[in-house]
DNA sequence: TATGAATGAGCATTCATTCAT
DNA sequence: AATGAATGAATGCTCATTCAT
């Protein structure tokens, strides 16, 4: 049992000291002797752990996924409207400097990059289960929000497609414009709080 | 007197061979070696007409922006409403066969994917440049459509851009979600549809 | 017969275009599409008056020479001792600028260097028969400066080919340990006058 | 536990494979697969152990003058004067056969033909410090020499200067005038014997 | 004479992966 | 479990030379 607790660690701490790499230097650049190194094994030893690079990337992405999940849900209210939990959702309130930010949004333009060549179906496989959940997530809050009188929707389904799509599209636009993090983060909450707005119950 | 031949007509049967391979294999994983093959020239012919494998992505982009351009251009009509010119727009009838569709919808994700993981600064100057003609286009069928009475909208900006990202991620979502061309033309439909509904005048 | 001359002088026109390029960026780097472009003519052009790039470099090294000794010869006077005629040879009189004779120290070296790696013979061959008009001018003059008492020596032949050697080993030298021009030449005359001293007459 | 292997080893042994090859066809005109195929591992191996073919001639430099100088200094016996001292070292008795002395003036020639049109400087940088040896070497014999009385010079620097360049040119003659090794052996003899002549006591 | 389009051999270096120890 | 030595495939680009016009 120790055992197996032992190998999560060490399998985690080779995905950690890949990160920096992967973000700084792009995931096709980044050589398993590299990722060996800045984690103090062999390059065999990697190979026990992850069967390819590919898995590596997925490991990492799991662990930042996990993490904004958690940093999201500990930051939400039950006061806060379900426009207001979305925003909040795509703040990435998780990267406490701006570095780190930055390092995120190129692996993530990375990721992207490798899924839209991918062959194997692995990145492929992979991304749809994690556009998934951004579309689940919406659709979720939308639901809620219309079930509590904060929208007058129709078509949840759409809107939430259309909230998936522009975050994708900004990914994309933060490499063609080459905008910082912080940045593309204003740029998608003022394209969700747009798209919204004609939603959202005018009560006063 | 030098050998008689046209060095456009040349350039562009380079550029032509090249189409297959990049939507087959990817850009990346495409030597020129291989282009010239299927070229029928030598690979040294290559480099007298491109001084670098990106050069041949942009000739062949801009081939088929330019196709692209004409076909819309001649199948639209002065009753068309904007809306339906935006549609029309993303419709791409210059295919005419759902093989070559297909292939374009490839190609454009491998271009998408380079210019992700670009470092050189060329691909992403061409792309922002492409960002910009779809942007340039939708935000004048807006205006036009204001002016003509046709939508109601205050903030043009940040709709032409929703539909800019929207458009974008689409590509994205074809890759993940393993979609063929005509599924993810229809997706986009719906997409622009859904946005433009909201800010249609309802003259009845 | 006015043909001829034309003929020569556009030879000459395509070599004289190569020394700059060969000295800024050697013998080997320099392409023959650069040196055409350089001479205003055809890539294949230069093919029509040279064989092969070698003859290129021989033919300027025959104009260096030519003009050499032309110089040498107008610089001398009747007066002048045999020691002086020796050093005043490699003071190298017809360069009146700094870059130009750096330029062709550079030449040297790299023609040097052909030379050493040679397995045609051509370079071999053009090597020695340059090797033995140094020799034979040295020995001349070290002759006559016997004959007019001038040097009290024996061996005209060792000290002949001491010289030669010292020339030969100051280029090589004068890469190695980075010497400019002047420098390189200092270096000559100070080896020059330290091994003709021993055999200086006294004469007083 | 990893394959257990002599790197020393391995890397002398690439290195010696590459030495008959150099020889032939020159340095520049090697191969690293040519290297490997010699040396009887894959291309890659070579990297594994010389970061690039500079360093494999570095080695075999190195390796070549060690040997030289342990051959030398067994060779000496305390009553040899200073003169023969220095025209031992340039016997080069560590070659036991013709076919190596031949070799290892073909690679010397090699050598200084890469150090003539070295834009790097590694070569020139080794080249000088190699220079220097020769230059203690011969000066520290001529110094030792004039305090025993065997010589009466005052200049040491400036006849250590000759013998070093004449020993440079040497090797340049030798290519020139195609001569074989124990020639241009039999050549630096002659010219030492008669440079230091003039330096020379008269004990009689 | 002159052109310049076409050729295609040649090459250093990197790196994911394997496997003997 | 861990190591790290070994592998060898893979590739963009240059350039001397040829030859059809």
Redo the contacts between chains.
């Keep these: 049992m120790a055992r197996i607790i032992d190998k999560e660690e060490k399998k985690c701490s080779i995905a950690k000291a890949s990160i920096d790499l992967f973000c700084e230097k ?1 995931i ?1 650049q980044t050589s398993i002797e590299e990722i060996a190194k800045s984690a103090g094994v062999a390059k065999g030893t990697v190979y026990l752990y992850f069967k390819n690079k590919e898995e590596i990337v997925f490991a990492i992405w799991d662990m930042i996924v996990e993490r904004h999940i958690k940093a999201f849900e500990s930051s939400i209210t039950p006061s806060m409207s379900a426009k207001e939990k979305i925003i909040q959702f795509y703040k990435f309130s998780e990267f406490d400097n701006k570095d780190e930010s930055e390092k995120i949004l190129h692996l993530y ?2 990721f ?8 194997s179906g692995l990145f ?1 496989a992979y ?2 289960s994690f ?1 998934k959940v951004d579309y689940d997530f919406i659709s979720n809050c939308l639901e809620e929000g219309k079930r509590l009188g904060e929208f007058e929707i129709d ?1 949840i389904h ?2 939430a ?2 909230i ?7 990914a ?2 933060a ?4 905008l910082h993090f912080n940045e593309a983060q204003a740029f998608i909450t ?2 969700i709080s ?2 919204l707005e ?1 939603f959202t119950r005018n009560e006063r």
Tied chains: 1, 2, 3, 4.
Excluded: P, Y
């Design positions: 792009g096709q333009q990375h992207l990059s490798s899924m839209l060549v991918d062959n492929t991304f749809e556009f078509d759409n809107l497609n259309t998936v799509l522009v975050l994708k599209g900004a994309v636009k490499k063609a414009s080459n003022e394209q747009f798209l004609n």
